[in-house]
């Protein structure tokens, strides 16, 4: 069995931004809400000078689900992690 090979893992805290259901609404109802704090951790797959791309799960061939792609811009903490043996 081959291993995927390892990544850095990390916590990120990053806001994101928030959406809402399709039709009429009044300028309150449109206006109100916060963004939502989010915390992810996960192998990073790719990062570019605006993009992390993180991934929770991988197995052997390699493949992987559960990719998040955050806007740095939208990333508050970041803390690199160790897997203890």
Known sequence: MTKPRPADLYYVEWMDAEGSTSGWKSLVDA????LVQ????????RETATLLVIVPHMNTTPEYDGEVK???VNITKR???KIGR
């Open 70 to 72: 955050i806007p740095k």
């Open 79 to 81: 803390i690199k992690l």
């Open 31 to 34: 206006t109100d809400g916060e």
């Open 38 to 45: 989010c915390f992810s951790v996960g192998w990073v797959l």
